[in-house]
């Protein structure tokens, strides 16, 4: 029986560890952190309970062919609650603009805000559909290791047809023409820690994804989806091993043959899969000499996604206006993007998401449980107080939580590096605003190291917890057949 040493319980070390286990191989996942699931973590302050991230559920299919795949019903382990009117956006003007999946009350508000919008919307659902369904049929599932694998006549004319030399929002600007519901269908970007200006619109299918198919949340929290995993994999035989930190991954002759843990303990292994930030990850773990294809020099040319400075506030009232899912924009969206990447600084005016999930789940919390989140650079250490920004902004939307406050935590990117050997604490890996991140991302499969994989949001298909999940699938697939 061979055997498989996953560095890493995330989403795609989980995934691949459940499918390779449940195949016959003798599979191991150590864990440095007490928890599984990565970023995927229940946080917990007094009677109020959080989800760290992500705190929005789509593509739960993927969710779901993990468990099936083990003999399990999904059911049993993640009972899903679709968010029909998911998400509520906040202009500076007072007005608002909700998304939901009901098509006739979308057509109905852009009516209102954007009548050009509203004679578009059919035509733009059908449009982010064909995105996602060429993405899904033909990049999702792959694994790429060059620019030569997409040269394959049929995948190349894909390639041109899911619009990588187009902008996001140049692709919203063919069918809305009123700003803020422009920036609310830019905000997509962020979910890959891009910027809505520079990166490809074929992410502009996460549109379908929302707006077609539904945003979801898991009872109890959505953390439950890697604790169902883990679950399944130790229910179907599989070692796992938790606050344990691996040093070393050992290369022999080009080959890798197991681990060394900081404890100095040994680990032998037919093949290792690293499930973490590939650019922190990968040259912690393998000397540079049994690398030369990612150097320390190549990793400090990637460009990091955006990374996030977070308040997790627990209330003892609840506020009738917030729902589970909430946007209070910026007056200047396009220079928010310019302070973060460009300027490298905590926006002046930023754009505020707040999921509270107590809105929709009363069992996590007494009063509301904000998870209180703005955009961030990568690398940034100080924040100076920064939460009296965000707070005083939420007060002009009659949003008063300091004199309501009960519990009060606060999360940096530096805290995220730490927690999570983050690369600059960046949440999504690589970010998406240059053309070759964005479809050549760093392989699943080393090009140095024979049996040494890697899964995660810095490989592909990419970030975000579905795609991360894939990267699990698809390397679990490799090393079967």
Known sequence: MKKIIIVGAGLGGLAAG???QVRGFDVTIVEKNGHVGGKMMPMNLGEYSFDFGPNTITMPHVFQQVFKEAGENPDDYMRLIKLNNHTKNWF???STFMMTTNRDEMIHQ???LDPNGAKNYEHYLASVKKLYTIAQDQFFYRTFSSWKDYMNPSLFTSLLKVKPFETIDSFHRRFFENEKVINAFNRY??????SPYVSPATFSLIGHLEMNEGVYYVQGGNSRIAEGFAKVFQKAGGTLVLNEQVEKVQVKNKKAVGIKLESGEKLPADSIIVNGDLLQAYPFLVDEADRPHFTNKMVSKFEPSISAYV??????NRNDSLIHHQVYFAEDYKREFYELFEKKQLPADPTIYICNSSYTDRSVAPGDNLFILVNAPAGMSNDNGYEQV????????DIDITSTLSCQKII???WIEKQFGAYKGALYGISANRKMDSFLRPSNVSKDV???YFVGGTTHPGGGSPMVTISGINVANLIST
Not at 189 to 194: E, F, H, L, M, R
Not at 390 to 397: A, G, N
């Open 412 to 414: 940096t990117p530096s």
């Open 92 to 94: 500076n003007d007072g």
């Open 18 to 20: 459940v499918l390779l």
């Open 450 to 452: 024979r049996g040494l």
């Open 390 to 397: 965000i707070y005083e902004k939420l007060k002009r939307f």
């Open 110 to 112: 852009l009516e209102q």
């Open 189 to 194: 970007a962020t979910y890959i820690g891009s």
């Open 311 to 316: 308040i997790l506030a627990g209330t003892k």
